[in-house]
């Protein structure tokens, strides 16, 4: 998924490592958006921002997809999706990912590595 991450000029030089941006989000140091969350900031609000550089960041890599979601799921159910645009249809994907993740991925995660002989790490003993 692209972001747009917003990291402060006095802490990052404009030419960061795309990793020490992500980095830097994780440790509440930066800011993420999606792109229709960054239009909503710059559209609606007083956006006047020089104290942050601005990088898009395609951050997808090493992540594999769980499930997509598209219109004709919507319509099977019985909405009419003939006016809802993309940006719509990313904040429910954005939504329904949120929501497996907070209620099934992390108790599903062991039982099906198990299931496919996903081998666990060793445990490393210290040496004294």
Known sequence: MI???LFPVEKFERSAYNETIIRAWKDGEAERYTLEDFAELINDEDFCDTANWVRVIDDDSGFFKITSVHRNDLESIGYDTSRVGDATMER???KL???YCEQLFWSSLPILADYLEIPQ???VEEAC
């Open 121 to 123: 790490r060793e445990e």
């Open 97 to 99: 990912a949120d929501d």
């Open 92 to 94: 429910l994907a954005s």
């Open 3 to 5: 972001y747009i991450y």
